[in-house]
């Protein structure tokens, strides 16, 4: 075909088909990356392996963003005076190791090996690498034992035992997060659900899943896929990230568009509190209004209020009409432009809509093997990926088709390409989410508002870093990376808090999707009112007295001191009550002016 021939990778070129009014066509797979169809790092459901943490360094190394390992700043392993930076900036903030919490004896391995046996209790330091060390390679923490249970019992009993001993806990499950959640701070045991990966029911009829919080999103979305079923989340890490991941981040990811958030899909959750009390709410029921919806606390709490070990979900049909259509525009302004129209004229069957700006895409061509550009002859400064999904090809192709001639016509578009194949679709996210970044801001901004913040970032820092943009645009979601070839604590400084500050400025979050981990700790205050923050701590009181899960991530173990409303809001992390080990944050009214 001649389109073909003009575009050696397969996908059709726009202009071209659009004019002659050609049909789009089943073309051959051809863009995948070398790495494999389903995003960067693997588990297969096996758990932690030593030859995963070779993966994540492959996975880091054809990025130009050198990974930026943080070791602990002051941790010997012996006494309890430890501390550490944590944040994007260290110094920012240090947290002190909390005396309250035991330290590992003999006696807590042998009690583990007891309810686990031998397999379930990990010691070797190799293999603890992997699960101690975050995928940014941002964070390491310096655990000395990693749990894998398989039955929620097991859970259970761990917990209740660690809430006896004041051993603090780190829940884990694929370890992809990218705010430092999943890995502990200091020695905190590592619970990673791995192991709890059966799938436990599918109704076809309801299209409710049932399953334990081990299980891979990949392999979930596979299993369904030969139901006629399809998860209603998709993400670059979905080869190894866990549902129970997903859930306790509340992931957004590429289908939200479409499908919702978490917070509409997941129908029930069981999951077992700090002192082992087994919470069961896993109802399949599409409406419940008996009460309080306590299981919503638990979504996006990254594991601070529970563990979760299993989840209902509701999936949707897979359908059989895909196409994908990646495009060209001169201006931000146009892929705001193109937005509305696309909401217009593709309505119900438009499923994403993602864009890049032209750093980020040649960010990813330099570095990402088996990455192609789908319109080598356009050099535009954005592009947009624009999924459509419905039952019916002829209609669908009819929209898309309509929409893409109108696009071209009034200039909000200045080439485009099409595909149908899946594959070829997958690599369009494989171009949107390899950046190769080492500092990674996830920030929802109204639509007007979310590419000035780059191009203000790009003239701040000028020469000293790349700064690139692309997200999730039909969710307002911007990812705005900043590339440098080291940590440097200066430019950090140029970045924050300013990112926030222009976040909170136009009243947008300054964690879209991402979470707060252990990057943010300050950061909720640009996005959450103190009276909030105090209801979160409120919960966390409730539900883990003694602040064994997750401790020293601040999202909801943020504690305020003093009645909201003074110039100074005081916060005290971990809940400690020993001055040396307080961390203060002092955060300004005044520097938050949005949120008074
Ligand atoms: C390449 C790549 C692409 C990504 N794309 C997206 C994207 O498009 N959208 C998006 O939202 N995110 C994205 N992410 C980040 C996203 O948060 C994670 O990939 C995923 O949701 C985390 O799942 P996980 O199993 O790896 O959890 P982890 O990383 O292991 O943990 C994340 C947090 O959840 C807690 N947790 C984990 N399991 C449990 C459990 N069973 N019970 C209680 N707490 C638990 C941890 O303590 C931690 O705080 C991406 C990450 C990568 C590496």
């Known amino acids: 075909m001649k389109s073909l021939s003009r575009n050696s990778h397969n996908w059709r070129r726009l202009g071209w088909a659009v004019k002659r009014g050609e049909t789009i066509e089943q073309a051959p797979a051809s863009l995948g990356s070398a790495r494999g169809s389903s995003g960067l790092l693997r588990d297969e459901g096996k758990g932690v392996r030593k030859s995963q943490s070779r993966i994540v360094s492959r996975a880091l190394s054809v990025s130009d963003a050198k990974p930026v390992v943080r070791q602990i700043d002051s941790w010997c392993g012996c006494c309890s005076s430890h501390q550490r930076g944590y944040g994007s900036a260290p110094g920012d903030g240090q947290v002190y190791r909390d005396k309250r919490y035991a330290e590992l ?76 959640g999943s ?41 369904l896929k030969s139901r006629g079923h399809t998860m209603p989340l998709d993400l670059g890490a979905k080869g190894s990230c866990q549902i129970g991941g997903n859930v306790s981040t509340n992931a957004g990811g590429l289908r939200l568009l479409r499908y919702g958030s978490l917070h509409g899909n997941v129908l029930g959750l069981e999951v077992v509190l700090a002192d082992g009390t087994v919470l069961d709410l896993l109802g399949t029921l599409r409406k419940d209004n008996t009460g309080y919806d306590v299981k919503q606390i638990f979504i996006g709490a990254e594991g601070t209020l529970g563990v979760v070990t299993k989840v209902s979900v509701l999936t949707p049909p897979k359908l059989a009409s895909v196409n994908v259509a990646f495009l ?84 909000l578009i200045k080439d485009g390409a099409v595909a149908q194949d899946i594959s070829q679709a997958a690599s369009f996210w494989k171009v949107r989410e390899v950046p190769g970044a080492v500092y ?57 808090p300013y990112v926030y500050e222009r976040t909170a400025a136009v009243k947008g979050s300054v964690s879209a999707e991402h979470g707060l981990g252990l990057m943010k700790p300050k950061a909720i205050y640009y996005s959450k009112p103190p009276a909030a923050v105090q209801v979160m701590a409120g919960f966390k009181d409730l539900l883990d007295r003694h602040g064994i899960l997750n401790p020293y991530k601040p999202t909801a173990s943020v504690k305020s001191t003093k009645t909201f409303g003074t110039p100074t809001f005081d916060v005290t992390i971990c809940r400690s009550d020993e001055t040396p080990l307080q961390t203060k944050l002092k955060v300004k009214f005044e520097q938050m002016p949005l949120l008074v």
């Open 105 to 180: 004896k003999d006696a807590d391995i042998v009690h583990f090996r007891q309810i686990l046996g031998e397999k379930g209790v990990v010691v070797d330091r190799d293999d603890l690498d992997w699960a101690n060390t975050d995928w940014m390679h941002k964070y390491r923490g310096n655990s000395q034992l990693l749990l894998r249970p398989q039955t929620t019992q097991q859970v259970s009993e761990i917990l209740q035992y660690c809430h006896a001993g004041r051993l603090a806990v780190v829940p884990q499950g694929g370890n992809t997060g990218l705010v430092g």
């Open 183 to 223: 890995v502990p701070v200091f020695d905190e045991v590592i619970l990673n659900l791995g192991a709890m990966n059966k799938i436990l029911s599918f109704d076809e009829a309801s299209g409710i899943l049932v399953c334990e919080a081990g299980c891979i999103l990949e392999t979930l979305d596979n299993y």
């Open 328 to 411: 060209a525009c001169e201006d931000y302004a146009s892929c705001q432009k193109t937005f509305a129209e696309a909401k217009q004229q593709l309505g119900e069957i438009l499923s994403a809509f993602e864009f890049l700006d032209r750093h980020s895409l040649e960010l990813v061509l330099k570095h990402l093997d088996g990455a192609r550009d789908p319109l080598p002859d356009s050099k535009e400064s954005f592009y947009l990926v624009v999924e459509t999904t419905g039952s019916n090809q002829t209609h669908d192709k009819e929209k898309l088709d309509a929409f893409l001639e109108s696009a071209l016509e009034k200039e």
């Open 440 to 496: 990674k801001y996830d920030l929802s901004l109204p639509l007007k508002d979310l590419y000035s913040l780059v191009e203000d970032m790009r003239e701040r820092l000028r020469d000293s870093a790349t700064v690139i943009g692309y997200g999730h645009m039909g969710d307002g979601n911007l990812h705005l990376n900043v590339v440098a070839p080291s940590y440097d604590d200066k430019l950090v400084s140029q970045i924050e």
